[in-house]
């Protein structure tokens, strides 16, 4: 059964160029919105050829990809490699250009925990605990993330028809409960390292059920 949506608009839209540290610039258009539940300041970046991806999937057509990302200041901005947010990030910004699609970063950092807690899971998982048990032992739940405000920023671009781009079976069933059809998953690469080894094999163990490499 679906849950209704109360609506948000979109508030302002402007291009951006976009430029990663191995090089790749592509340019998006970034979407800003009134009337999100949780009154955060997610965006919508608009890659590639979006304005047709979003045409096509209205008219019954292919099914527009799209990738929620959740923001980490650690990987996608400082280049942390205790997690793969970072090179989940690139990877997806250069699949969805090509494609032509969507990708929204959404404003919940560790999980949805926010950032000190994330910080302080961190202090924790050097002690010995896995990144699940590190938000468990803080109070908090393994992952908190709602992804309310991520279909009511599809809705408002005109997208109900979605090819995900995620390893993370709870997104698709957040969305489709949403309702927001995810007609189809496609994974996402898995950016194995030293660093985020035990990281990357405690996600894989809360996605065994779904066939799915890891959880992002």
Same mark, same amino acid.
């Given at each position: ?8 608009? @979109? ?101 949805? @925990? ?47 028809? @979605? ?21 189809? @998953? ?31």
């Amino acid at each position: 059964m679906y849950q209704a949506l109360p609506v948000a608009t @979109i508030r302002t839209q402007v291009t951006v160029p976009l430029r990663f540290p191995d090089g790749y610039a592509t340019t998006a258009r970034v979407f800003t919105f009134d009337g999100l539940v949780d009154g955060r300041e997610h965006l919508a970046l608009g890659l590639g050829d979006w304005p047709a991806a979003v045409d096509r999937q209205a008219d019954g057509g292919p099914p527009a990809l799209v990738r929620p990302h959740s923001e980490c200041l650690t990987g996608d901005v400082l280049g942390s490699e205790r997690c793969d947010c970072g090179p989940q990030l690139r990877e997806a910004v250069e699949r969805i250009t090509d494609a032509g699609g969507l990708l929204l970063y959404l404003r919940q950092e560790g999980r949805g @925990i926010g950032l000190y807690a994330k910080l302080d899971a961190y202090a924790l998982q050097d002690a010995g605990l896995d990144t699940y048990e590190a938000n468990v032992a803080l109070g908090r739940g393994e992952d908190e993330r709602d992804y309310t405000a991520a279909a009511q920023m599809l809705a408002a671009l005109g997208v109900s028809r @979605i090819a995900l781009l995620s390893n993370n079976p709870d997104k698709a069933e957040q969305l489709d409960r949403l309702g927001t059809t995810v007609a189809e @998953i496609v994974p996402t690469g898995v950016f194995l390292s030293p660093a985020n080894a035990g990281y990357l094999a405690a996600k894989a163990g809360r996605a065994r059920t779904a066939d799915l490499p890891f959880v992002g």
